[in-house]
Nanobody, 126 residues
Framework: QVQLVESGGGLVQAGASLRLSCTAS????????MGWFRQAPGKEREFVAA????????NYGDSVKGRFTISRDNTKRLLYLQMNSLKPEDTAVYYC???????????????????WGQGTQVTVSS
């Protein structure tokens, strides 16, 4: 079992930056592909980014490419999402998730992830 807790959300203005963190406990953090998803009110949960167990390979959703960066620190059992040039449409609850499979074709599918955090709210004002 892996427990995930997100932090770092908040209210910012458009154009600002924010860094989310996800702390993992239990299980072997370094053996999981990790991902970030987000869900806005009335919308389905959307893939944001994923990172391989080693941290070498990454995958991003089209809407955040070039603005967001996913990273991880396996020694500290931490996952990060650096969000730059935030837009009002980035407003959502952001979730971290762990997938017991390699980075690959199924990164964008939330059903392929085994563990989820409770989420942290990010609100971007215009």
């Amino acid at each position: 079992q892996v427990q995930l807790v997100e932090s770092g959300g908040g209210l910012v203005q458009a154009g600002a930056s924010l860094r989310l963190s996800c702390t993992a406990s239990g299980g072997t953090f370094s053996s999981y592909t990790m991902g970030w998803f987000r869900q806005a009110p009335g919308k389905e949960r959307e893939f944001v980014a994923a990172i391989s167990w080693s941290g070498i390979s990454t995958n991003y959703g089209d809407s955040v490419k070039g603005r967001f960066t996913i990273s991880r620190d396996n020694t500290k059992r931490l996952l990060y999402l650096q969000m730059n040039s935030l837009k009002p449409e980035d407003t959502a609850v952001y979730y971290c998730a762990a997938k017991a499979r390699p980075l690959g074709w199924d990164d964008t599918s939330r059903t392929r992830y085994n563990y989820w955090g409770q989420g942290t709210q990010v609100t971007v004002s215009s």
